[in-house]
């Protein structure tokens, strides 16, 4: 089996993260659980809870843990459900 890596970034405009935070912080949301990804797989909701119990995750680049890019201050799993989270994904589903 052949699984093809995607690489996804983020495009900030310098002068939008200057307004809003001078450091450059950003919020994302690294992963959705319930949801079916581009391979079939489904990540179960409650499926972080004991690995953010144990340890912190930590921003990589390609998967190299020597080359650190960015680093977590604040992470959380958000349920389903969670009113934080939008309504649907830009596709239109829920």
Same mark, same amino acid.
């Given at each position: &089996?052949?699984?093809?890596?995607?690489? *996804?970034?983020?495009?900030?405009? =310098? !002068?939008?993260?200057?307004? #809003?935070?001078? %450091?450059?912080? !950003?919020?994302? $949301? %690294?992963?959705?659980?319930?949801?079916?990804?581009? %391979?079939?797989?489904?990540? &179960? =909701?409650?499926?972080?809870s004991r690995? !953010?119990? $144990?340890? *912190?995750? *930590?921003? !990589?680049?390609s998967h190299?843990?020597?080359?650190? %890019?960015?680093?977590?201050? /604040?992470?959380?799993?958000w349920l389903?459900? #969670? =009113?934080? $989270?939008?309504? /649907?994904?830009? #596709?239109?589903?829920?």
């Amino acid at each position: &089996m052949s699984v093809q890596l995607e690489h *996804k970034s983020a495009a900030v405009s =310098p !002068i939008a993260a200057a307004a #809003d935070d001078p %450091v450059g912080t !950003i919020r994302c $949301l %690294v992963a959705i659980t319930g949801i079916e990804d581009n %391979v079939g797989d489904i990540t &179960m =909701p409650g499926a972080f809870s004991r690995t !953010i119990a $144990l340890r *912190k995750p *930590k921003g !990589i680049h390609s998967h190299d843990t020597k080359a650190w %890019v960015s680093r977590a201050e /604040e992470y959380e799993e958000w349920l389903p459900g #969670d =009113p934080r $989270l939008p309504e /649907e994904a830009k #596709d239109g589903k829920p």
